[in-house]
């Protein structure tokens, strides 16, 4: 099974922008991969924040953004603020959309 | 409201079964694909299971399979997961999640499945 990688932590700056990225085993990350974002905060469930490489929920905060860079995918957040310090997961697809793997994770710390 | 709600969770042996179940509330149950995702304690998702609209096609994640099996009741709005030989590795917090085909977008609150002697 694919294995999926993220950065296991990253630090910003209130106000600051950061990229998170996503990167596959099996090669380059493409839209065909539908890449999701998701965050998840201590004790609480998973919110999905982006879906299909860059689309937005009604609930996603404008500063969240994601694109596809260098082969992987990216979530970037533009004015970080300190209520994004949480626990944030790429899942891609495979298989035609059947089978999905999770990342390992990127915790955002915004100090 | 727009709802899912997990239950089942519980402390059981190794080698054991356990049956969770999640309701559906708010939506069309029967028009979406539906899924369940795990999270050991202090780590990370993983994707466990996922199942068709009308219960035709499911797919596990290649250390359950065998294991355990997704299945619904469109009657009753309720998504399960049947899991059997429980290994302590199966220890964490079950979600259950609409989607995929269409966006993943709505999580249950989780219930936590406990594999211990």
């Known amino acids: 099974q694919a294995v999926v990688t993220q950065e296991p932590s990253l630090t910003v700056s209130p106000g600051g922008t950061v990229t998170l990225t996503c990167g596959s085993s099996?090669?380059?990350?493409?839209?065909?991969?539908?890449p999701y974002w998701l965050q998840q905060k201590p004790g609480q469930a998973p919110r999905t924040l982006i879906y299909?490489?860059?689309n937005k929920l009604s609930w996603t905060p404008a500063r969240f953004s994601g694109s596809l860079l260098g082969g992987k995918a990216a979530l970037t957040l533009s004015g970080a603020q300190t209520e994004d310090e949480a626990e944030y997961y790429c899942?891609?697809?495979?298989?035609?959309?059947?089978?999905?793997?999770f990342g390992g994770g990127t915790k955002l710390t915004v100090l | 409201e727009v709802l899912l709600v997990e239950s089942g969770g519980d402390l059981v042996q190794p080698g054991g079964s356990l049956r969770l179940s999640c309701a559906a509330s708010?939506?069309?149950?029967?028009?979406?694909?539906l899924s369940w995702v795990r999270q050991a304690p202090g780590k990370g998702l993983e994707w466990v299971a996922n199942?068709?609209?009308?219960?035709?096609?499911?797919y596990y994640v290649d250390s359950v399979k065998g294991r355990f099996t997704i299945s619904r009741d469109n009657a009753k709005n309720s998504l399960y997961l049947q899991m059997n030989s429980l290994r302590a590795e199966d220890t964490g917090v079950y979600y259950c999640?609409?989607?995929?085909?269409?966006?993943?977008?709505?999580w249950g609150q989780g219930t936590l499945v406990t594999v211990s002697s």
């Open positions: 999640a609409r989607g995929p085909f269409t966006v993943i977008d709505l």
């Open positions: 708010g939506f069309t149950f029967s028009d979406f694909w």
């Open positions: 199942i068709k609209q009308d219960g035709s096609e499911k």
């Open positions: 099996t090669g380059a990350v493409t839209s065909g991969h539908y």
């Open positions: 299909d490489t860059g």
């Open positions: 899942l891609l697809s495979y298989s035609g959309a059947r089978l999905w793997v």
